[in-house]
């Protein structure tokens, strides 16, 4: 299935809008969600990117992510990405905006809007999307990523420590 994303100037208004294919291939300026996961105990949930994923396979990264589809705000993407990736349905008012960070070549040239929310609904992991899961402790997150950061995905090395700060102070 084709996947349609809306193009975005560098003010986050559409100016059209392309396959995910063209979008990524033209490093067109887009859209993406990313939430972390938190539960009763205070651990986050972190992800291991399928192995068949084109981009990042293989790398651990945060508890959500996906591409803003075309017409499609960041708040429903998130919302969508929780459902199809681990299973849980949520209402929107339970997620915590974060930030938007702005769209580099770090990230995909993506607008990134970050989200937390806290559940202990069980997670069902999509294996189209999900090789493995951990529950960690943000501190045990903080020490496995010091000392192994090439496990991680570069858009999670950079907005863990947006979320911990936001989440923690």
């Not at 084709?2 to 193009?7: A, V």
């Not at 559409?14 to 995910?20: A, C, F, K, P, T």
């Not at 508890?63 to 499609?72: K, M, N, Q, R, T």
């Not at 607008?111 to 294996?127: A, G, R």
């Amino acid at each position: 299935m084709q996947e349609w994303l809306d193009i975005v100037d560098l003010n986050d208004r559409v100016i059209g809008r392309d396959s995910r294919q063209q979008v990524h291939a033209r490093r067109a300026v887009h859209r993406a969600s990313h939430i972390l996961l938190f539960n009763s105990q205070g651990q986050v949930f972190v992800q291991l990117r399928s192995q068949k994923k084109d981009e990042a396979a293989g790398l651990w990264d945060t508890s959500v992510a996906g591409h803003v589809d075309s017409g499609e705000d960041y708040l429903a993407c998130a919302v969508r990405e929780l459902a199809e990736e681990l299973g849980i349905a949520i209402d929107p008012s339970k997620l915590t905006w974060v930030d938007k960070l702005p769209p580099d070549e770090s990230n995909g040239f993506e607008f990134t809007s970050l989200y937390y929310t806290c559940s202990d609904q069980p997670l069902i992991l999509n294996p189209e999307e999900i090789d493995d899961g951990r529950w960690l402790l943000p501190a045990e997150l903080d020490t496995w990523i010091d000392r192994e950061p090439s496990q991680f995905t570069g858009g999670f090395r950079v907005i863990w420590p947006i979320v911990r700060t936001f989440r923690f102070s």
